[in-house]
């Protein structure tokens, strides 16, 4: 093999490495999209800007997915924690985010940016904290004032993942896990969200 076949299939294979690195984040989380807009978790669709709590029977038998839904949003979930799912679009505005005081449990709310496939936020027991709060989320180039008493969560883009998750001690504790996950909420930011 000569020189410049060397170089060449080194250059393609360096460009190849590129690609897949900064695609695949992308596709992963575009396929993901569609599932949660388009499938669910097997109850229809999920809308954007609402919140979807997993059912008591998907986490009770994740790998039998209900008719219709998406084994891409269900199958492999966490077995202790239940999952709390939203698509935000901040083109319209903020949207404010209320969680119930969860009475010292562990819980936690991420903030993913799709274009990149990485958390930017967290809400959450190490984060903080377990009492009840509300936080504004907006996108970028928001100028405004936070409430008071209000957190606030700066999102790079106004596409977001939200992936909610709250612990289940056990199986006699997951009726109260989901009770508390279902007390999440999301309005938009001109008004208090249901719970607040």
Known sequence: MRLE??????AVMAATWF?????????LLSVFKRAILAKGFGEGPIPVNTLYTQSLALFADTLQVPAGGSKLA????????LLTLAWLDLSKGPLVLHVPDMA????????????????FAYVGKRTTGTGAGN????????????PDGMGHIASPR?????????????????ATAHRLSTQMSLAPGRQRPAGA
Do not use: E
């Not at 562990?106 to 993913?112: A, G, L, N, P």
């Open 5 to 10: 076949h060397l170089l060449i299939f080194g």
């Open 19 to 27: 690609a897949a690195t900064y695609f695949w984040p992308r596709m």
């Open 74 to 81: 269900s199958a492999g979930v966490n077995r202790d924690t």
């Open 104 to 119: 010292g449990r562990y819980y936690s709310v991420q903030f993913t940016n799709p274009a990149t496939n990485t958390n």
């Open 135 to 146: 936080f504004l989320i907006t996108g970028p180039g928001w100028s405004g004032t936070v």
């Open 158 to 174: 106004r596409s977001v993942l939200l992936v909610g998750r709250v612990l289940v001690l056990d199986g006699a504790d997951l």
